[in-house]
C-alpha cells in the first residue's frame, strides 16, 4: 500500500541510496528521479559509474557492502536503501548496514524461491523484490492485450490491478457507491476512459471503458475481473500471477 | 576427526525444513541458514575424509529442494 502512494507522488520528497547502476538499478533511479526525490547510485564498477553519471545521476563509485562507501553515499541521511546489484551478497550487506542506520531497506533477490526465506529471517531487510516476476507479469499484459493489467505484487498473495470496464460487465452503469467487490478487494482509484486516474467519488458512474484500480488477494481476483471486465475479459486473460 | 563445512544451495523456500532434516544426518552438528549465494551452511565433524563425502555427496543431496552442495574441508 505504501509502495503504492508513493508512485502516486503523495509522500514529499524523498532521499534514496541505489547500490547498483545496472538495469535494475538504474532504472529504479531513474523512477524516482522523475518523480522529484534525491537519487545517490553506489556502482563498484567504473565504466557502468560512468554511464550513470553521463546520464546525470550522483554516483559514488565503490562496493555497495562497505559502510565507508554507503557513508560517503549518504546513508545516515537517506529514508532508503535500495540493494539492487546482481550479488545477494552485496545485496544483502548493504542492507544490513542500511538498517543499522536507520534506513527502510529492499533486497533484490536473484531467485524467486529465496522470497520466502528472506521475508522469514532477514530482519535487516523491509521489502523484497524479485525483478524477474515483474517483468513477466509486464510481457504476459502485453502478450494478452486485454482488459486487466497488473500494476504490482504488493505481497506474496496481494496484487494491484487495473481493470477496463467493458460493455458486458456486470458493473456497468452502476455508482462507485453502489459497487460491492469481494471482501478481500479494494479500488483504490478510479478513471474515466479519457481522464486521469483519481481518488473514487462515490457518485460517479461506471461506464465502458472507465478504468478502476483494484488491490485484490489472488483468491479473489477472478471474482473482481468477472465483475468489472464481465465474461468476455475474463477467458481471455486468465491468471496474472 | 574431520571438520568440514558444507555449504547448501537450495531450490525451495522451505529453509525450516532443509535445516531440520540436513540436523538430523550422522555427523552434522550445526545448521544456520544464511544470506547469500548459498541458503544454509553445515557443520561436519566425523572420523575419517571419506565421510565428509557420505553426508554431503550421499545425505544432504538427497534431500528434496537441495540443489547442489560445496564442501570445504578444514585444514588446522
Known amino acids: ?241 | 576427526m574431520v571438520t568440514a563445512y558444507v555449504m547448501v544451495k537450495a531450490n525451495t523456500g522451505a529453509a525450516d525444513r532443509l535445516r531440520e532434516e540436513i540436523s538430523g544426518i550422522e555427523g552434522v552438528v550445526d545448521t544456520h541458514i544464511v544470506a547469500g549465494d548459498v541458503d544454509l551452511i553445515a557443520k561436519v565433524e566425523v572420523d575419517t575424509p571419506g565421510k565428509v563425502k557420505d553426508v554431503s555427496a550421499t545425505s544432504i543431496q538427497a534431500i528434496d529442494g537441495v540443489e547442489d552442495t560445496r564442501t570445504y574441508i578444514a585444514m588446522d
Not at chain 1, 532508503?80 to 538498517?99: P, R, S, Y
Not at chain 1, 520466502?116 to 523491509?126: G, P, S
Not at chain 1, 524477474?132 to 494491484?160: F, M, P, S, T, Y
Not at chain 1, 467493458?166 to 453502489?178: D, K, L, M, N
Open chain 1, 1 to 241: 500500500m505504501q509502495t503504492f502512494f508513493k508512485w502516486r507522488g503523495v509522500a514529499p520528497d524523498m532521499r534514496f541510496v541505489i547500490i547498483g547502476a545496472g538495469r535494475v538499478g538504474l532504472r529504479t533511479a531513474r523512477v524516482l528521479s522523475e518523480e522529484g526525490h534525491d537519487v545517490v547510485i553506489v556502482e563498484r564498477d567504473a565504466a557502468k559509474s560512468e554511464r550513470a553519471r553521463g546520464q546525470g545521476y550522483e554516483v559514488v563509485e565503490g562496493d555497495g557492502s562497505r559502510e565507508e562507501i554507503l557513508e560517503e553515499a549518504g546513508i545516515d541521511g537517506a529514508d532508503a536503501l535500495g540493494a539492487l546489484t546482481g550479488d545477494l551478497n552485496v545485496n544483502f550487506a548493504a542492507c544490513m548496514i542500511g538498517k543499522h542506520r536507520g534506513a527502510r531497506t529492499v533486497l533484490r533477490i536473484d531467485e524467486d524461491y529465496r522470497e520466502e526465506i528472506y521475508r522469514k529471517y532477514a530482519a535487516e531487510v523491509d521489502e523484497i523484490v524479485y525483478p524477474e516476476r515483474l517483468g513477466a507479469i509486464g510481457a504476459k499484459n502485453a502478450l494478452l492485450g486485454g482488459d486487466i493489467r497488473a500494476i504490482a505484487d504488493i505481497a506474496q498473495h496481494l496484487q494491484v490491478v487495473e481493470l477496463t470496464i467493458s460493455e458486458t460487465a456486470p458493473i456497468r452503469g452502476y455508482s462507485i457507491s453502489e459497487l460491492q467487490l469481494p471482501a478481500d478487494a479494494t479500488v483504490l482509484a478510479f478513471g474515466k476512459s479519457d481522464g486521469a486516474l483519481e481518488i473514487p467519488s462515490p457518485d460517479e458512474s461506471l461506464e465502458n471503458g472507465d478504468r478502476l484500480v483494484v488491490l485484490a488477494d489472488f483468491g479473489v481476483l477472478d471474482d473482481v475481473r468477472q465483475l468489472v471486465v464481465g465474461e468476455a475479459g475474463r477467458a481471455a486473460a486468465g491468471g496474472v500471477n
